[in-house]
């Protein structure tokens, strides 16, 4: 984790959506870093002492079972904010919280976020309503893991990624694919071989770059524009 000395908390959404007196409670004490994929945030159990507002990049949230397998329940971007809840009492994740692109977030402890919240019903509010979020993409994702099928699975998740990125470049590799898709790692160049002959994407070790986003939106599942359209109508 790298402290950068400029940043702009106002690039993400929820911070930028609050009333300026409001968003004055929080501003003090928020610090802007930088973080590397694959940087793990929370582990379940642990309890949150600090709230990430993401301002660019995405990270996932992960179920994950007692064998140690894990599979990605949601996903968070510059729209969002992880550890919200926080803000409402003592919080503890009950998922892994994971770098998934590299990124840039505005960090503030949890205590002075609580105190903001304390103060202000659009914070209490911003807890709740993203949190409102966070569930309809876990019941969404839950459903598109259990009935379709990997390729449509894996186009969703590369469009997900590619808004989050807001890039048509997504480096990831594919092991971290397996794990987000929960397959494996065989099924993923399988699946992005098959996705990259209908001229979709270009894919290399460790990069996909979207080549024809039309293709790729009628190959996913429903499941993607359920995610855009529930998301723009809770935030």
């Known amino acids: 984790m790298h402290i950068q000395n400029l940043g702009r908390p106002l690039d993400n959404k929820l911070l930028a959506a609050l009333p300026r007196h409001q968003f004055d409670l929080l501003s003090p004490n928020l610090t ?3 973080l590397q994929q694959a940087e793990v945030l929370a582990e379940p159990g642990d309890e949150f002492d600090q709230v990430y507002f993401p301002q660019s990049g995405m990270l996932s949230l992960l179920a994950v079972l007692r064998d140690g397998k894990a599979i990605e329940t949601a996903t968070i971007g510059r729209e969002g904010v992880v550890g919200a809840m926080a803000g409402l009492g ?4 009950l ?4 770098v998934q692109l590299p990124m840039t977030v505005s960090k503030i402890p949890a205590s002075q976020f609580r105190k903001a919240a304390a103060q202000s ?9 993203y949190n409102e979020v966070l569930l309809s993409q876990a019941r969404i994702t839950a459903a598109c893991n259990a009935l379709h099928a990997v390729e449509a699975r894996f186009c969703r998740w590369l469009l997900q990624s590619a808004d989050r990125a807001e890039s048509d470049t997504v480096a990831l590799t594919h092991e971290f694919l397996a794990e987000m898709l929960g397959v ?4 993923v160049t399988e699946v992005a071989s098959k996705i990259q002959a209908t001229g979709a994407i270009s894919y290399t070790r ?5 080549l024809d986003r039309s293709i790729l939106e009628n190959m996913s599942c429903e499941c993607y524009q ?8 809770l935030i």
């Open 121 to 129: 019903d659009a914070v209490r509010n911003m807890c709740i309503q």
């Open 95 to 98: 998922v892994r919280v994971v």
């Open 32 to 34: 802007t870093v930088s």
């Open 226 to 233: 359920t995610l855009v359209d529930q998301s723009a109508s």
């Open 184 to 187: 494996r790692r065989t099924s």
């Open 206 to 210: 460790g990069q996909i770059t979207i």
């Open 90 to 93: 003592l919080y503890k994740s």
